[in-house]
C-alpha cells in the first residue's frame, strides 16, 4: 500500500531538450570485455561505467515513419524511446502513418477515497490459489503492491481491474459520437451512443465517503450500452445487471423488428456490440468476471510504454474533433496532437475460454494508475486482429474529487481495415444522484432519457479537466 500512495506523488520531470545523457552501465562480472590491442581485461564484481550512447529528444518531439529508424539511438525522458514502441504501435507507424507527440510522465489522478478504502481494507483481501477467487474484499482496490516476484501477479492485476478499474467509479455517464472508419474510404457512419454505469456495491466515493450498498446487495453493477442516433438504430443495445459471484449477466436487448426488448442468454458478455469492432468485454479491455477465462493469464513483460494518460478532452474552449483525429489522410483513423507519455507497465496475456472469438488477448496494465492503457486481440490461428486503446484524461469528479477517465475509444480491426474512433461528448464521474431506478431495461426504450442535453439537464455538465 506504501508503494501504491507513494506512486501517486511521484513527478518526473521533464528533461533539458536535445541533452546528450550518460548512461551507467552494469558489468556482467562472468563477462570479459577486451580493451585495445594490449587486450586488457576488465572483470569487477559490480563495475560501472559511463556510455554516453544516445540522444535525449524533448518534449513535442514527434515519433513517424521517416525517423522511426532512429529510436533505438534516442531516449526520452530517461528511457529508450525505441524500446517503449510495442510491436504494434510500430506496425501503425511503418505501415498505417501513426505519429506520436511525445510529452513528459506525470501521475494520473487517484480519488483520496478510493485511496483510504485501499489502505484501509487492500489488507484482508485474499487470493486462493485452487479457485482463483478473491475473499475479503470491501471496497477501493484488491490488491495495490504489485510485486514480479509474487506468483499470484497476473491474477491479482485481473482482479484489481475487475474491482478497481479507474473507469469503473461508483456512476459514470457517457455519451459518446462513434464513428466507422474505413482505410480507403474514410469516415462511413456515425452513431451517438450511450453508456451509463452505476455500481451498487463496493461504493467508495458517495456522500458520506464510506462503503455503501444500494439495494439487496445481490447486484454488482447495472450497465447500460445502446444507441441514441440516429433513428433506424435507436434503443437497440443491451442493459446489463453484473454480479460479481461468478454468475453470468442478466442481459435485455431492444429488438427494433418487434419494437420490444427482450431477454437475452448469460453468454452476451462475448458477443459483437451491434455496429463497433468490439466484443462486449473489450469494454476498458477486460471486462468479464475473471475465472470466465478458464486458463490463468501470464505476466509477458514489465516494460515502459508510450500512452496518453493526459489527453486533451473533447469540449473545452476552442475543442474541433478534426485538430485531434486525422479525418483527411489514409486511414483516416490516426490520433493526432494529443501527448503521449511514458508509463510503466505489466503486459499481460488472458486467454478466453473457446467460445470467444479471440485466442488471445495482451494487456498493458499501468503500474502507478492501476489501469489498462490499452490492448491487443487475436484470432484463433494467433494473428493480429484488433487493437482497443483507452486514452485517459483528467476530471473533477462530481463528488468534488480528482480523478482520471477515457477521453475516447480508439479501436483498430486490422484484418478488415476498419476502425471505430469516439470522443466522449459527455462524461460525468461520481455523481452520487444517479439512483437505481435511472438504469434498467425499461431504459432501452427511452433512448431520449440519455442525451447529452438531457444527462446534463438532469445531473450537471461533464467534469472533464480543460
Not at 87 to 101: C, D
Request: net charge positive; charged share 25%.
Amino acid at each position: 500500500m506504501k508503494e501504491f500512495k507513494e506512486s501517486i506523488k511521484v513527478h518526473v520531470e521533464t528533461v533539458a531538450p536535445e541533452k546528450k545523457v550518460k548512461v551507467k552501465r552494469r558489468i556482467n562480472p562472468m563477462r570479459f570485455i577486451c580493451v585495445g590491442a594490449a587486450g586488457v581485461l576488465l572483470v569487477g564484481l559490480g563495475l560501472e561505467m559511463s556510455v554516453a550512447y544516445a540522444e535525449e529528444v524533448s518534449m513535442g518531439y514527434i515519433i513517424n515513419r521517416a525517423n522511426l529508424s532512429k529510436a533505438n539511438q534516442q531516449t526520452f525522458d530517461g528511457h529508450n524511446l525505441g524500446a517503449m514502441i510495442t510491436p504494434v504501435q510500430r506496425k501503425m507507424i511503418t505501415e498505417l502513418n501513426l505519429t506520436i507527440k511525445l510529452a513528459p510522465t506525470k501521475p494520473m489522478a487517484v480519488p483520496p477515497s478510493y485511496l483510504a478504502m485501499t489502505e484501509k481494507y487492500s489488507k484482508n483481501v485474499k487470493y486462493d490459489k485452487a479457485t482463483r477467487r478473491i475473499s475479503g474484499y470491501v471496497a477501493g482496490l484488491p490488491f495495490p503492491d504489485l510485486s514480479e516476484a509474487d506468483p499470484d501477479l497476473a491474477n491479482k492485476i485481473i482482479w484489481n481491474q475487475f474491482y478497481g478499474n479507474a473507469l469503473n467509479t461508483d456512476t459514470y455517464l457517457v455519451t459518446t459520437e462513434i464513428m466507422t472508419i474505413d482505410a480507403v474510404k474514410g469516415m462511413e457512419r456515425s452513431v451517438i451512443l450511450t453508456n451509463p454505469m452505476l455500481k451498487l456495491k463496493h461504493r467508495y466515493s458517495v456522500e458520506p465517503v464510506a462503503p455503501k450498498v444500494v439495494g439487496d446487495g445481490e447486484i454488482y453493477r447495472k450497465v447500460l450500452m445502446f444507441n441514441l442516433a440516429p433513428q433506424d438504430v435507436a434503443g437497440t443495445g443491451a442493459y446489463i445487471q453484473r454480479y460479481d459471484d461468478g454468475r453470468v449477466d442478466d442481459s435485455w436487448a431492444y429488438i427494433k423488428s418487434v419494437r420490444r426488448v427482450r431477454r437475452m442468454s448469460g453468454g452476451t458478455w462475448m458477443d459483437p456490440v451491434p455496429g463497433l469492432a468490439i466484443v462486449n468485454d473489450d469494454t476498458s479491455c477486460y471486462d468479464s468476471f475473471p475465472t470466465w477465462y478458464p486458463t490463468p493469464p501470464k505476466v509477458v513483460a514489465k516494460q515502459w510504454v508510450l500512452a496518453i494518460g493526459h489527453g486533451v478532452p473533447p469540449g473545452g474552449a476552442g475543442y474541433k474533433m478534426e485538430n485531434y483525429i486525422d479525418l483527411k489522410n489514409p486511414p483516416y483513423w490516426n490520433l493526432i496532437n494529443q501527448p503521449w507519455e511514458p508509463r510503466e507497465v505489466f503486459v499481460v496475456d488472458t486467454f478466453p475460454p473457446e467460445a470467444h472469438p479471440y485466442s488471445r488477448r495482451r494487456i498493458y496494465y499501468d503500474i502507478q494508475a492501476k489501469v489498462i492503457l490499452y490492448c491487443e486481440m487475436y484470432n484463433k490461428k494467433g494473428e493480429l486482429w484488433k487493437m482497443f486503446a483507452l486514452p485517459f484524461a483528467e476530471h473533477l469528479m462530481a463528488d468534488g474529487q480528482p480523478g482520471s477517465g477515457g477521453l475516447a475509444i480508439w479501436v483498430v480491426d486490422f484484418q478488415f481495415m476498419r476502425a471505430n474512433y469516439g470522443p466522449i461528448t459527455y462524461g460525468r464521474l461520481n455523481d452520487p444522484k444517479v439512483e437505481p431506478g435511472d438504469l434498467s431495461s425499461d431504459s432501452l426504450s427511452h433512448p431520449e432519457r440519455f442525451t447529452a442535453e438531457e444527462l446534463t439537464k438532469r445531473f450537471g455538465p461533464s467534469t472533464f479537466k480543460h
